[in-house]
């Protein structure tokens, strides 16, 4: 079984500071991690994913995670927030399914609501 | 290339009715994947289908909810005799194999029963 805990529900940073969203996870077998945001009234946007990779992985509008093993870590990080950021993120796990084999059942953390400020 | 297409965007139900709600998947893909979110909560998986067959459906309730594929047309998620706890966002994903390699969701479709 797996899941994810995000550990902060809301993060209010300032415009320009940098960003901190954090995300534990539990698997049972080696895991496959993403971001995931929503704007207000939108669908799910991919921001990066961990596939067994590079440890470090880039997403998209400047957005970076770091898989840490030891401890069962995967934070969302940003040098420098924009308004636009303002969204909520989602941590999300992949494991094998009922089915087996692949890993294409989704686990998702509750959500973190980031809100930046001017 | 269009993105997963889900339609209705908005849809209201009364008690006892019944929702039908569409999902196109992005085209080349064959699987496809239903998620509701609940107020306040994450994403829960609900059913996984291919081309008429469904491959897992251990997310789905066990009564009043069913969801098909066909060979031809949009993958149908069906709620029969809705409830005020039907109210959430149900949100679909399609990809061209079952491997996950990051899903692309459609923008939802947002059930309110009244």
């Known amino acids: 079984a797996q899941s994810v805990t995000q550990l902060d529900s809301h993060v209010s940073v300032s415009e320009g500071t940098p960003v901190l969203l954090r995300c534990n996870y539990s698997?049972?077998?080696?895991?496959?991690l993403f971001w995931y945001v929503q704007h207000p009234n939108k669908g799910l946007q991919l921001l990066l994913k961990y596939t067994s990779a590079a440890t470090l992985v880039k997403g998209i509008n400047g957005f970076e995670a770091e898989f840490k093993k030891s401890e069962t870590s995967f934070h969302l990080t940003k040098p420098s927030a924009h308004m636009s950021d303002a969204a909520e993120y989602f941590c999300v796990v992949s494991a094998p399914g009922e089915s087996g084999g692949s890993n294409y059942k989704l686990t998702f953390g509750k959500g973190t609501l980031l809100t930046v400020n001017p | 290339n269009a993105g997963v297409m889900q339609n209705p965007r908005h849809l209201v139900r009364r008690r006892g009715q019944e929702a039908r709600l569409r999902c196109s998947p992005m085209?080349?893909?064959?699987?496809v994947y239903w998620y509701r979110q609940l107020p306040e909560e994450g994403l829960k998986f609900m059913v996984y289908l291919q081309k008429e067959n469904i491959i897992d459906e251990s997310g789905m309730p066990k009564e009043r909810f069913s969801a098909e594929f066909p060979k031809e047309g949009p993958s149908i998620l069906r709620i029969q005799q809705v409830v005020r706890g039907d109210s959430a966002a149900y949100f679909c994903a399609s990809s061209p194999t079952s491997e996950n390699y990051g899903y692309t969701f459609g923008s939802g479709t947002r059930l309110t029963v009244v």
């Open positions: 085209k080349g893909h064959s699987h």
């Open positions: 698997s049972s077998y080696s895991p496959s």
